[in-house]
């Protein structure tokens, strides 16, 4: 019997899809590209533009001595944000090598010690008026010991704001160098026979000096170019921001003075960026996170360190105590306690929610785009080359330079541009708000976003372009869903990072547009305490929901991850 | 030169033991290695004869000295890990010299010895580089010189070579040994890998779930194991359950339908047994030759010199494993084809079974 051949029933050979004339993703790409040209190039380009156009037209000419302002100006700003990093590094170092090392087992602190970074700089600022001004409580307590406050407002006010305030900055970059360091480095280094200190100064402090100098970047960075705290407590004692906001937005509108000044801060901010950077490389360590790490079991150590730790962590958090007990005082000093309470500051907040509207509103607006182009941004890094490099340093532009600066630059290009409104609305009104605050926070979930990108497995998306699937379908399908939990995470933090953003607020916003943080500002101003704490309570309820999301999304990722 | 004893040494970490009850002696100028399956608690007994790690209970002497409470810092011991753990913000010169500047040795003298060092690890014309210019096993030589600059008591090594492809490993391997035995430095070296323990060692402490199982010179341990654990751990082999049975001076373990013949000297009394049968124990026999038995050749390996097999043989519940020389075994044995073999009492160990193999233990109520 003859055997029946084997039929391979043969279908019709399906090719690949053919492509869609249009990629989604390119068109997404050339507007993210249109955004941040539009609304971060240009504007920052245009003060310098102008600013080199006057120079080259001979300045300031009728403005008496240009040049010794513009430099004491300058020293100024420079002592400020020095004295603010040293301080806070010297702080912090000790702060996260305690908790790194000798209190590993501490859970509150580490949490307690990053309370401040809730508030925005400017809370911090009428705190410390409370505390420190005039009729203000440690002023009194002082008093009677025969110790006489000096003058707060001032030099002392804007450092103390700021040292309050960037500590944790410096203490969370610090303490994520430190889990860096391998536990048998320092585990040799002891059985060569050093002393734990010996260990510390010698081998973790070289190891970790590249964090170290990104702690000091971020602290004078923020000190550098923060507005709110030098105007609330400053005095007369200038500095860069607060002058160009100021000359900004005075009633004698001569913007060449602002705009120079604003290109100043630029020229400042990327200078310092540059050199720090550059000294991050030459001291970086090719850092893989250990798994373990050592611990210092000395008792003197633990005992003085819990301590050190207990005390920052109680000062850090006296401003909230003080902006809570304003928030229910019907009048304060100058006894040392409020002559009564009251919920009027609250009730009075309710009887006028625009501000909390506006802040909701503009937040709710200004978070979604931002995530949007982090995402596109985060994809065209990934890429890598000139364009990824570049786009590193655009997005990181507004995170290095002053929120007033952006906001100049935005005005000064824009509002000539009024009438184009009807036509493009982006670029004026609450719009205007909507994208300064999308330009001046994208950098955060730029930075979120690129860290999930890192870690999606490339072999994946490979796999499915290879099955057929065009680019865009891939990243719909096989990107996105990986990325989510960042996107998620991204847009909490871009959210908490705008609803407390005042510089570039106090620059864009238009009258009807008030927004918390300028309304606290506003309180501050005019002396109103009671009121000021009042919205601030609210802010910091909105910060502290938004982080605390944030912290429990990322443990359920974690959870997730570790399943 | 020191002698190292641990009196009882146990550590527990919160209800787990992971070292329990370890006493054993490392001879001056002895290399000792503990074996083991990771987590058997060789790391941690290590780690408290180094001081970084605290006993629960025991004690810890070098020579007639008690350290069990020296701190790290004052016990003189030359510390080599896995991850090289070399400062990578200093030289190759610098990290050498870092015990002896931390001692406040002149630093004449420092520079003496940091070249003399470099010269034996072979590193001498390196000593300007830093770390990261170096390949693993130039960082584990500068570990290694780093370690025995400061003229320490005892070397302490862990897993160092884990980290090196095989080739290297081979070749630091023999390094190690030689710097050992030219110093005379009493060494204690941790390590998973039997063949690194086997070559290198003087003896050899094989641990198990936080206790020592058997101490022994490298061929005792292959030849008697003392425990079933070490007989599955240590070389290769069948491993087998069976009852000893004698009959006149031959002892034998049945197995099934099948019967291993053992030394007499080793056997131990009648009764259940353990039986390892080493693949140098299992001989092929001639197609022509009587007596044996016959298997199948389930699975072939050629590894360049040597060559095993895999046979299955009717009663016997594992298949047996045999070894010899690739050209010996070149065409003898085929995957599917049948061979006659037989056992050599010489190459196969035999031990009283236990009641079972202790798992990692939790500590009892009473600790």
Known sequence: MRAEPVVVERTRAWGPPAGPTLDPLRVLEVLTGAFLVAFLIVPVGAIVADSAALIARGGLWEFPDFVGYLMRLTRNSLVVASIVTVLCVAVSLPLAVLLGRVLPAQRLLPVALTLPLLAPPFVYAFATIILFGRVGIVTQLLAPLGLRMPEIYGLPGIVVTHVLHLIPLAYLTIAAGLRTVPKAIEECAISLGSTPMQVLVRIVLPYISSYVYMASLLVFLASFGDVGAPLLVGGQYLVLPTEAFTRFTSFIADRRVPVLLSSWIVAISVVILIVVRALMRRTAIMHTFATETYGYTQPSWRVAGAAFCWLVAAVLFVPYLVIFVSSLATVWGPDLLPKGYTLRHYQALWRSVEPLRNSLVVSAAATPVAVVLAVVIGRLMRAGGRLGAALDYVTLLPFVISGVVLGIGLVRVYAPLDALSPVVPLISGPALLVVAMVSRRVCYPVRVLNAAYTRIDRSLEESSLSLGASPATTFWKITLPQLAPAVVAAFLITFIEVVKELGATLIVYRPGWVTLPVQIYAYALEGNLGRAGAVSMVLLGIVAAGTLAVGLLGRRTRREAAA | ?367
């Open chain 2, 1 to 367: 030169m020191t002698r190292i004893r641990l009196d009882a040494l146990s550590r527990a970490f919160g209800p787990v033991w992971a070292v329990r009850d370890v006493s054993l002696e490392v001879r001056e100028g002895e290399f000792f290695s503990l074996l083991g399956p990771s987590g058997c608690g060789k790391t941690t007994t290590l780690r408290m004869v180094a001081g970084l790690e605290r006993p629960t209970a025991g004690r810890i002497f070098f020579g007639d000295d008690d350290v069990t409470h020296t701190p790290p810092q004052h016990r003189n011991v030359g510390l080599v890990f896995q991850s090289y753990a070399v400062f990578p913000t200093m030289s190759v010169t610098d990290n050498v010299a870092y015990g002896l500047r931390i001692r406040k040795v002149p630093e004449g003298e420092v520079r003496r010895r940091v070249a003399q060092m470099l010269e034996i690890v072979g590193l001498a014309a390196l000593g300007h580089r830093m770390p990261g210019q170096l390949s693993g096993g130039q960082l584990q030589r500068v570990a290694l010189a780093r370690a025995l600059a400061i003229q320490p008591r005892v070397l302490l090594l862990d897993e160092p070579l884990s980290n090196l492809d095989a080739k290297l490993r081979v070749e630091v391997r023999a390094e190690i040994r030689r710097l050992q035995r030219e110093l005379g430095i009493t060494t204690l070296y941790v390590s998973h890998d039997q063949e690194e323990a086997l070559s290198m060692s003087d003896r050899i402490g094989v641990m198990h779930a936080g206790r020592l199982d058997q101490v022994g010179a490298p061929e005792e341990i292959y030849r008697r194991p003392a425990t079933r654990f070490v007989a599955r751990f240590v070389g290769e082999g069948t491993l087998l359950d069976g009852v000893l049975v004698r009959d006149g001076v031959r002892a034998r373990v049945a197995v099934g339908g099948f019967e291993v013949p053992v030394a007499e000297a080793l056997a131990p009394r009648a009764g259940p047994v353990w039986v390892c049968i080493r693949p140098e124990g299992v001989r092929l026999l001639d197609g022509s030759a009587a007596g044996g038995t016959g298997g199948v050749v389930e699975y072939v390996e050629f590894v360049g010199p040597s060559l095993r097999a895999d046979v299955r043989v009717p009663g016997l519940p594992r298949l047996l494993r045999l070894a010899g020389s690739s050209v010996d075994l070149a065409g003898r044995v085929r995957v599917g084809e049948t061979v006659r073999l037989a056992v050599d009492p010489a190459g196969v160990a035999v031990g009283p079974a236990e009641a079972s193999e202790p798992e990692p233990l939790a500590a009892g109520g009473g600790a």
